[in-house]
């Protein structure tokens, strides 16, 4: 079991207490106080630094700390027991409320060195909005996350509990926040136990159950197996799905929060438990990390947690397709012409570009049944996206410049940066097939400009965003609030 960490708001003390009274209010192992630039603590952080007994210019001058961002003053043993200063950088009034996120992944990992059980943060500064407050919050929480649940625990091994209390101006307004925000970060922690979960434990049944847990919180769940599919025509789908021992899934969740029959919000996420290739099998090298190739499938999962979480007022459908992409006697094989659900023929021409194979019937389904305000779909699609932007951006393809300028603002608040891509008739004359309506792959030139031309033909002119290979596997410089490992991007931003 993961080490428990509430966090919760409390007053924060004043600068008319003495020495002596202020000490009781704070009853924890560890007090965090914040400087900025060039200045000493203020505020209830200078009564406490006060309580130190210790002259600020002589300490912050000897351990050469001048309130940067990235250093800290590590006092231990004077007055209030161990003393943390993070230094907060130049005071910034247009900083965005996710560098607050970033503060508090930085934060919690000074506190997890610490190795504290009980922590107090005085967050009394300006500009500490219980919004703001929040973020931090935010951030404590997103970098305290680790998955080791198939780890041994050591006999000798501490618990790992933490109790963090931030003390603030408004508690109240601040709990508030907290927890609104805290169904957004409990979202991204669905998504990243998602991933992280090994293909033999989470495979399209398991998966699809996962979901169905939703369901305690509002989200309505319906799970289709082969037989429906069949029925409703998903060639596209089911032929990926074919080399495998283990049957896929189509999961709907709705969450109704809007007005009744109001149409929807709709988001679409790739669920390749694990992609092999097929028989067009990848090398060995970094296979392990396919697990991860169900990313947009687990960020469209934990956003309707998000969005049942908060009570979001708002309708919205979240459809996955989870399979499994094997090479066996059954899988489908490199020429095979499949037809998907919207009538349209396709040959298959790399069975490792099966991702868009499964989008087809998914962006067809979803369009057909619920016809929505627009579609989102979350992919880890190409890895030429990667080529094109590294790790620091997402792809954006989109039909719709209105919708893709609200995404690119929404992934710069959330901290998911996105960069739009291009979408034409010239590139869609590329997947032309001579046997079939259209090919699934045309090798390396425009790989992922090609995966989006042909996921649009499955849109029906639905508005929406084709967004390939939304995060990496394994991001190598993830933001401060993130631990090593799947980011699970996207879930925030597509809230936003």
């Known amino acids: 079991m993961a080490p428990a960490m509430p966090i919760k708001a409390d007053q924060c003390p004043t600068n008319s207490r003495s020495r002596r009274q202020l000490l009781p209010v704070l009853p924890a192992s560890l007090t965090i106080v914040y400087a900025a630039e060039g200045e000493a603590p203020a505020g209830a952080a200078a009564a406490i630094w006060s309580a130190t007994g210790l002259d600020w210019p002589s300490v912050s001058a000897s351990a050469a700390f001048k309130g940067k961002q990235g250093r800290a003053l590590d006092i231990v043993g004077q007055g209030a027991g161990r003393l943390i200063v993070p230094g907060k950088g130049k005071p910034d009034d247009k900083a965005p409320l996710n560098a607050r996120t970033d503060r508090g992944g930085s934060l919690f990992g000074k506190i997890a060195a610490a190795r504290a059980e009980s922590v107090a943060v005085i967050v009394d500064e300006p500009g500490a909005t219980p919004a703001a407050i929040a973020e931090l919050?935010?951030?404590?929480?997103?970098?305290?996350?680790?998955?080791?649940?198939?780890?041994?625990?050591?006999?000798?091994?501490?618990?790992?509990?933490?109790?963090?209390?931030?003390?603030?101006?408004?508690?109240?307004?601040?709990?508030?926040?907290?927890a609104d925000r805290g169904a957004v970060v409990e979202g991204t922690l669905l998504a990243r136990d998602l991933i992280n979960e090994p293909a033999n434990v989470l495979g399209p049944v398991e998966f699809a159950a996962k979901a169905a847990e939703l369901s305690a919180l509002g989200v309505d769940v319906e799970i289709l197996e082969p037989e429906q599919l069949e029925k409703l025509g998903m060639g596209s789908l089911l032929c990926v799905a074919q080399g495998s021992d283990r049957p896929a899934r189509l999961v709907v969740m709705q969450w109704r929060g809007g007005e009744a029959g109001a149409a929807p919000l709709a988001f679409v996420g790739k669920g390749v438990v694990f992609d092999t290739g097929g028989i067009s099998i990848k090398p060995a090298a970094s296979m392990e990390e396919m697990k991860g190739d169900m990313g947009g499938a687990a960020a469209v999962t934990g956003l309707m947690r998000a969005l049942a979480g908060r009570k979001a007022p708002v309708n919205a459908v979240g459809v996955i397709g989870p399979v499994e992409n094997m090479p066996s006697g059954n899988a489908v094989r490199p020429g095979d012409i499949v037809t998907a659900m919207s009538g349209t023929t396709i040959e298959v021409i790399n069975t490792d570009a099966e991702g868009r194979l499964v989008l087809a019937d998914a962006l067809w389904y979803t369009q057909d049944r619920f016809k929505p305000r627009f579609m989102i779909n979350l992919a880890t699609l190409t890895g030429a996206i990667i080529v094109a932007l590294g790790h620091e951006h997402a792809g954006l393809f989109s039909n719709n410049d209105e919708l893709a300028i609200q995404l690119l603002n929404a992934g710069l608040t959330a901290n998911e940066k996105l960069w739009r891509m291009p979408l034409s008739p010239a590139y869609d004359k590329l997947i032309e097939s001579k046997f079939a309506d259209i090919r699934n792959s045309v090798g390396r030139p425009a790989g992922s400009i090609t995966a989006a031309q042909f996921l649009q033909r499955f849109v029906n002119n639905v508005p929406g965003r084709i967004s390939t290979s939304l995060a990496p596997p394994l991001a190598?410089?993830?933001?401060?609030?993130?631990?090593?490992g799947p980011p699970a991007s996207a879930s925030r931003c597509s809230i936003g």
Not at 157 to 162: C, K, S, T
């Open 137 to 178: 919050a935010a951030g404590l929480r997103l970098r305290h996350y680790k998955f080791d649940k198939y780890k041994t625990a050591r006999p000798d091994e501490p618990a790992g509990d933490i109790t963090i209390t931030l003390h603030v101006a408004d508690p109240a307004a601040t709990d508030t926040a907290i």
């Open 476 to 484: 190598p410089a993830p933001p401060r609030s993130m631990p090593p």
